[in-house]
């Protein structure tokens, strides 16, 4: 496996950008300007994309990730016709750009992360469609049970609900720690919330939480084995590992019903609970606590999902069988 | 009673050598609908047994001890009384006239249900021995979707990855989805190559790996 990298000719200007952001997100840039967002964006690779134009010939297959960064942006129309486009899109305002109406037509193929991604793009993209698959990602099964006395450090006390990713309010988790706090407020302090991952913001924490910051791998694990259930605020996501994770140890989740992706996979799993506003949260985490049988059910249920199609084995199937079968439609000798 | 109806099933050109073994499940399954009922639940007058056993005669004395009075009450019994017990009770009567039509249709919807039902169960037990996999599992639907030369099914493939950043220690999301499926491919034997950037922040995305090839990774 070789990695080729290439330097990176102009850093991001923040400032030009965020304003050349609100200018071509409110729909009043031209299309020159919107070509232009994406090179202010970066990386800036000049070099990438004039190299993807003289080597087209000698791979089979391009698999771009990210539409909303350049080397996507730029090159995959340098490759169109053995280009496959991972978009990982999310419902934010670069996806309303006008230029990508032809840029997603123009790919041989599309992976998507889930079906609301495609629903997603397919609204916004001229048609013809091109062929797509959803895949996503894959996820591992459960690794080897940790000691418990590692949480007892951590000073995390059974039952806890547990909050993984980034402590960002663009993930919801300021709105959780709301939620949370209006629960304990009614219901007293009968479960602990606990937040594992990097803090970007300092957040008020209320009673019956515990913000944990970056945690090792051993404890991330271990608090999966022993969270009664796994709690997804954010708003916007493109495929939530954390919540595959979860269903993996065969836990339930509880999500924010706003995110379409988390409330589709959560359906389509029977694996948990959604929640639309304080009232919702303090209903669902209630019944989650008091009915420990559905729990371990739509645990079992997530379980059976996440095997089903999200073991590793099953994604690089499916992935390499739709590189094939995209592959098979480009006629023998054009490059 | 099963030779009767096959023979005039025959007679009529209906006959399907499967009938009888049809009928018989139905009727089984209605057995059991019935057996199933708890006895005493019918009020309805027809089951109590003939009609005039139980119908009040209608020929009454309009008599009475008292005077004036007595007059009165007589014939407000009479005039109001009676007759809106009687109008009562055929309103009544013409109701659950109704409703034993209606009961009647419902069961021979719930019969021709049955019946399908039974012949659907054949058709399956019939279909079962010579396919035992007619619905296979989803996982294993995918890959089956068009069987290829073997030869050309196992040739590794030339794949080059494009993603703004690259690296072991690159956080977020789609990095380790694009790593994740480079270096897995890789493993099953495919020539794969990233291009990327020499950056690892995306808010500077400042220089920070040597460009060019740095060797073989992993």
Known sequence: ?335 | MDQVRLQARERLGLADERDGEVYAQVKKVFQAAHEALSPGTPFYPQVLGLEDDWEVPSALGWGTHRGRIGALIVWVKKRILFPLNRWLYSYTWHNLHRQQKLNVLLLSAVESLAVSHARLRQEIDELRPRAPQAIPPKATERPAKEPRPRSKDSEPLKLAFVVDRYGADVPGGSERHCREFAERLAGRGHEVTVLTSCARDYVTWANVFPPGRPGMVR
Not at chain 1, 50 to 68: A, G, M, P, T, V
Not at chain 1, 82 to 91: D, H, N, S
Not at chain 1, 295 to 312: N, T, V
Request: glycine share 8%.
């Open chain 1, 1 to 335: 496996m070789k990695v080729l990298r290439f330097q990176v000719a102009a850093e991001r200007d923040a400032a030009f950008w965020h304003a050349h952001s609100r200018r071509v997100f409110a729909g009043l840039g031209s299309a020159n300007d919107e070509r232009r967002w994406f090179q202010e964006s970066g990386p800036y690779t000049p070099a990438l994309i004039e190299h993807l134009r003289e080597n087209k010939s000698r791979h089979d297959l391009f698999i771009f990730f990210s539409y909303r960064y350049y080397p996507t942006f730029a090159g995959l129309k340098e490759v169109a016709s053995r280009a496959i486009l991972v978009p990982t899109a999310e419902e934010d305002p670069a996806i309303r750009l006008a230029v990508l109406r032809e840029f997603f037509t123009l790919p041989l193929g599309i992976i998507h992360n889930s079906m609301e991604e495609h629903a997603l793009i397919r609204s916004v993209a001229r048609p013809p469609f091109p062929a797509f698959e959803v895949i996503g990602s894959g996820v591992e099964e459960a690794g080897a049970r940790v000691d418990r006395r590692v949480l007892d450090r951590l000073g995390v006390k059974r039952p806890y609900v547990l909050c993984l990713g980034r402590v960002d309010p663009n993930k919801g988790s300021a709105a959780l720690l709301s939620h949370f706090a209006r629960y304990v407020e009614l219901e007293g302090e009968s479960i602990q919330l606990v937040m594992a991952g990097p803090s970007v913001i300092e957040v008020p924490v209320p009673r019956g939480a515990l913000v944990l910051g970056q945690v090792s791998d051993e404890e991330r694990s271990a608090l999966l084995q022993n969270m009664h259930a796994l709690v997804a605020p954010a708003p916007f996501e493109s495929l939530s590992l954390a919540l595959l994770e979860a269903w993996m140890h065969g836990r339930p989740a509880l999500v924010n019903g706003h995110c379409k992706v988390l409330k589709g996979q959560v359906g389509r799993a029977n694996g948990g609970l959604y929640f639309d506003n304080a009232g919702e949260f303090r209903e669902a985490l209630g019944y989650l606590l008091t009915n420990p049988g559905v729990a371990d059910a739509l645990g079992r249920q997530g379980q059976e999902y996440a095997r089903r199609e999200y073991a590793w084995p099953v994604v690089m199937e499916r992935l390499e069988s739709f590189l094939r079968e995209r592959l098979s439609t480009i006629p023998q000798g054009s490059g």
